[in-house]
């Protein structure tokens, strides 16, 4: 029943939505709905059949959809009113959506809204690798819904471009399914994902990996026939003479993954240029008020339990906002400085506790990292693909010299 | 007494240490060298010894709307089991309804795990 | 001599925009006209990867002036007009038509501003040539503004501010989708009774008494009169009938670019450094994002060299910045080559000739642009099939009208819900970054398209900045639902051209062994 007293409405079920609709429930919202363009409910979740979800949420070692069917159920018991296969086609400022489903498009303006759209692939055409255009090119994230999910594999022999999490990933799976994968390239001096996935998926099954390399070239008119891979230099570029074939049907591109925030910037969200999505405060809201954000739209997680926290966080402010509670004032602004890409939130109230979500540009080994001057953390080793946290708790935070408007967050090598 | 290195890249912490467990001709294990914590020394002679892990893969499913159910192994199994492991489960089909948990192999190939579904498939 | 599976008035060899326009002349009367096409979907060469305008006036004298550095000192500019081509004739006449016939056919077009910009002295100089033989030669190629920076920077704000004068044309520039118009002039022609064969590549032409037989990889097609459509290939099918061929093709390719829809906001209209030979550089705002085609039309021995070599987007971005200086390299979301054919006979017009020892096919070789005077085009085509005897017999009941495939994004919520009420399936939307629906996919493959580049032309899915990340598979899967085959058999365009190449556990049921 479409009603138009709805507290909060999330766009997009993966595990931030339904953490954020559970969570406004369980905070006091009485009309909650779930929206999701898919056919069922959890996103991604229910094509990452691998495990190591929920390590740190349920201290036990799931599979995706293990995880997500936790939050299934308890979506499915709380009275959610969950709309499958519908799209969000317009977002506005005052908080209306306009919805589609094979029952019509309806407009409805509820109290709170949570975003949770997830991410999508960076593709072949935005990295502009050369050649024509053939069949037999995907990425990664697609061709795990169509071998985990469709049931087709998109070729028998494969290269990956690419050696974050999803590529390694995907590089096991198809290996274990009969396919030959020939080799994973990656532009970097080291492997993008996990340590855990490059033993596991990579070395395990003895798949050639070529660091420092980039597919310069596709060889095929129709459908995929090969590759030209070349080593680069520092500055990324491909090396002449270092160049060679390697005979495949099919390329998976696991190059990047890019907030969805089609519908953020319709609305007027602003939004971060280095994360790609809103800029949030430590209520994962939005510069619109009642707007509130989480997950891989925000920023790309690595862990999934850290999207449910956020999910939660997220639900449970739009609740609030839902019952007109007040809101704190942001009076701090949180600034990415030395070797640090981007901190979420981007502003905090500076007077309860926070963690503060970030990554590092570079790799650095024995590091100490600084809040302005309240609080330091020192750690062995950082990496840009593992997402760190850290607790300014109110004792630090009370260190603060009055007047301060900004805090900037570094990571520096120690001695 | 020849020595044999094998380097272990350790998965416990991001230090990510490159273990060498050196062992004789027999396999007798000789030395373990740069740790710097204990699960890691023991992480790295359990892998060389004996290299475990958890399969999960999908099976096909018939009479139903759904072409597979993600499946996996409850246990650890060996490493070189798991070739094996997915040719048996090739030749499987289940039929809806599916609930988390439910077991379609029992110990499967004796390796002391049952497949099981990680997904409800009502229909 | 096998029995011909397919009897025809007139075979036309060839998909793209030339063949489309003739078939649905054709159509009006009392023929069988057969169109075959090699590729898996119509468009599939030189169409496709078309810059996409039906222009006039300021543009066409754009190109003319190329020929100015050719001119011996003293002719007047206006020797650069040559009215009596076939090109310059059909371009005049087929732009002033296709409003009404973009119209009629439902096809999805908009009037761009036109602004060729100046900021040096040569391009002033440049600039003020195209002026005066815009002036000279009057009418529509005298219709436009001379405008100074102040006015360009409003019209244009974001063009490079180091821009001094301009000329600009608020309507001589249409915006259109080209495999959009080449489909639509298609659908009619099937609607009126024509055929349309893909994957049906011609691999030789026979005399059969007074007939001819097209033989196809499909199986042979008699008929009375053959024309030769097919462009790049153009040569190579006029030579299956016969020596006595006096020309040849060239081809020129060049890259095009295309920018989210996130920063179409810097442009407004077409905006181009003033014609330079063998160069073209402009950025064009489309109806949903950008266009950059700026580089060289550099030669190439093939028609589908479409190889995108990444050197010359680089260039073209660089070129394209020195106009809108604050596109970027993030925003691309796709780029193509296209190739452009030239005949080497006149480099400057089309050949529509029979040839010289068989006078029933017609050798139709249309140089760019193709698309504006593709109508008078076809007329002139079917007067010349008429004049060396056949039998032309109006139909009365030829319907002229085409009604597009929904596009559900550009409806209103209204409308839309009407849709749904009608058929549900257009509720279900598929492509997120084009906003297409179950209902238009659907329709799309009932009006003919068999592969994933099919429904993409004709729906714009998987046209988006994702590139049919989410709707792919869906989409395959509605492909092979719809036809009826299986999904491993769903090509992209081409037979050889599958998407998916076995089902799970396919490979590990063959390999017993499993892998070492």
Not at chain 1, 148 to 174: C, F, Q, T
Request: aromatic content about 4%.
């Amino acid at each position: 029943m479409i009603s138009d007293n709805i507290d909060v409405l999330v766009i997009g079920s993966g595990p931030a939505g339904m953490a954020a609709a559970i969570q406004a429930k369980e905070s006091g919202s009485d009309h909650v709905f779930l929206v999701e363009r898919a056919e069922e409910l959890g996103g991604l979740l229910s094509q990452c059949i691998h495990n190591g979800f929920g390590l740190i949420y349920f201290n036990e070692d799931m599979t995706g959809p293990e995880y997500g069917q936790r939050f299934v159920e308890k979506v499915m018991d709380s009275k959610i009113e969950v709309l499958l296969e519908t799209m969000v086609l317009r977002l506005t400022a005052d908080r209306k959506v306009t919805l589609c489903n094979r029952n019509g498009v309806k407009t409805l303006s509820p109290k709170s809204i949570v975003l949770a759209m997830g991410c999508r692939e960076r593709t072949r055409e935005s990295i502009v690798i050369p050649g024509y255009r053939p069949a037999g090119i995907f990425t990664a994230g697609t061709a795990q819904r169509l071998v985990n999910i469709e049931g087709y594999l998109p070729g028998k022999e494969i290269v990956i471009l690419g050696s974050g999490d999803v590529g390694m990933i995907m590089a096991r799976r198809l290996t274990l399914e009969g396919a030959r994968v020939k080799a994973v390239v990656e532009i970097l001096p080291y492997i993008g994902g996990l340590i855990r996935n490059e033993v596991q998926c990579l070395y395990d099954f003895k798949i050639p990996v070529l660091l420092e390399h980039t597919v310069i070239n596709i060889l095929g008119i129709q459908r995929v026939h090969g590759v030209t891979v070349a080593r680069v230099d520092q500055n990324r570029n491909p090396i002449s003479g270092t160049e060679k074939s390697i005979d495949c049907d099919t390329l998976l591109l696991s190059v990047g993954l890019i907030p969805e925030n089609e519908l953020s910037f319709m609305a007027g969200v602003n939004l971060d240029p280095i994360t790609g999505g809103p800029l949030v405060n430590e209520r994962m809201e939005t510069n619109l008020p009642g707007i509130f954000a989480a997950g891989n739209c925000v920023h790309v997680n690595d862990l999934v339990d850290n999207v449910t926290l956020e999910g939660e966080k997220a639900g449970q402010n739009a609740a609030e906002h839902a019952s007109e509670k007040a809101a704190p004032k942001m009076g701090i602004k949180l600034v990415a400085g030395d070797n640090v890409r981007y901190v979420i939130p981007q502003m905090i109230t500076g007077e309860r506790e926070v963690t503060i979500r970030l990554r590092v540009k570079e790799p650095e080994k024995g590091v100490i990292f600084k809040v302005g001057d309240i609080m330091t953390k020192t750690l062995k080793v950082v990496k840009p693909s593992e997402m760190l946290n850290l607790i300014l708790s109110e004792t630090h935070l009370n260190k603060m010299k009055k007047g301060t408007t900004q805090l900037v967050v570094s990571c520096q090598k120690k001695g | 007494m020849v020595k044999n290195l094998n380097e272990i890249i350790c998965i416990i912490c991001p230090l990510a240490c490159r273990i060498s467990v050196a062992v004789d001709d027999e396999g007798r294990l000789i030395e373990v060298a740069n740790f710097q914590c204990k699960e890691g020394k023991e992480y790295a002679v359990a892998e060389y010894r004996s290299p475990m892990r958890v399969l999960t893969t999908t099976v096909i499913v018939g009479k139903s709307r759904h072409a597979l159910v993600p499946v996996r192994t409850n246990r650890v199994i060996l490493r070189e089991k798991l070739f094996d492991c997915m040719q048996h489960l090739s030749r499987i089909k289940v039929e809806p309804p599916l609930k988390v948990g439910d077991v379609i192999v029992k110990n499967i190939l004796n390796t002391g795990s049952d497949i099981i579904t990680t997904s409800e498939l009502v229909d | 001599m096998n029995q011909p599976i397919l009897e025809a008035d007139v075979v036309i060899i060839g998909g793209g925009v030339t063949g489309a326009a003739i078939a649905r002349e054709l159509s009006r009367y009392q023929l069988g006209t057969v169109l075959v096409e090699k590729g898996g979907e119509l468009c599939a060469g030189q169409t496709k990867a078309s810059l996409g305008n039906i222009y006039t006036g300021l543009n066409l004298v754009g190109s003319m002036i190329l020929k100015s550095v050719l001119l011996p000192p003293g002719t007047p500019l206006t020797e650069l007009y040559h009215p009596h081509t076939l090109h310059t004739k059909w371009c005049e006449e087929g732009f002033r038509e296709w409003e009404s016939v973009l119209n009629e056919l439902d096809i999805k077009h908009r009037y761009v501003p036109l602004t060729i910009i100046a900021k040096d002295e040569n391009q002033i100089k440049n600039l003020e040539k195209i002026r005066d033989l815009g002036r000279q030669l009057g009418g529509m190629y005298a219709d436009f503004e001379r405008i100074d920076r102040k006015e360009i920077l409003a019209r244009e704000p974001n063009v490079n501010p180091e821009v001094v004068t301009a000329l600009y044309a608020s309507r001589h520039v249409i915006d259109i989708f080209p495999p959009e118009v080449a489909i639509a002039l298609a659908e009619k022609a099937v609607q009126n009774g024509c055929k349309i064969l893909l994957n049906t590549e011609v691999i030789g032409i026979l005399q059969n008494g007074p007939h001819q037989i097209v033989q196809t990889i499909r199986g042979p097609i008699r008929t009375n009169f053959i024309v030769n459509a097919a462009c790049g290939w153009g040569d190579k099918v006029c030579d299956m009938t016969g020596e006595g061929r006096n020309w040849g093709l060239q081809y020129r390719k060049t890259v095009m670019i295309i920018l989210d829809t996130r920063c179409k906001e810097l442009v407004n209209g077409m905006v181009r450094w003033p014609n330079v030979p063998g160069r073209l550089d402009l950025v064009q705002r489309r109806e949903d994002n950008i266009l950059i085609e700026c580089g060289t039309y550099d030669p190439t021995n093939r028609p589908d060299d479409t190889n995108t070599i990444r050197e010359d987007v680089i260039k073209s971005m660089e070129m394209a910045k020195t106009i809108i200086p604050s596109i970027s390299e993030k925003d691309i979301i796709n780029t193509f080559t296209g190739v452009r054919v030239f005949n080497t006979r006149d480099v400057e017009d089309h050949i529509v000739e029979f040839h010289p020892s068989n006078k029933k096919f017609l050798n139709v070789m249309i140089r760019l642009p193709g698309i504006i005077g593709a109508l008078p085009m076809a007329r002139h085509v079917v007067g010349m099939i008429e004049e060396a005897g056949c039998k032309l017999v109006k139909k009365d009941d030829f319907h002229p009208y085409r009604k597009t495939i929904p596009r559900f994004r550009d409806l209103s919520d209204e409308v839309r819900n009407r849709l749904i009420g009608n058929d549900p399936r257009y509720g279900h939307v598929v492509c997120r970054c084009e906003t297409v629906t179950e209902g238009q996919i659907v329709e799309a493959i009932k009006r003919g398209a068999s592969t994933e580049e099919g429904i993409r032309m004709r729906t714009r899915a998987g046209m988006g900045r994702c590139k049919g990340g989410f709707c792919g598979p869906r989409v395959v899967k509605m492909l092979a639902r719809e036809l009826k085959i299986p999904v491993t058999e769903v090509k992209k365009r081409s037979l050889d051209s599958p998407l998916l190449l076995c089902r799970s556990k396919e490979l590990l049921l063959r390999n017993e062994k499993g892998i070492a």
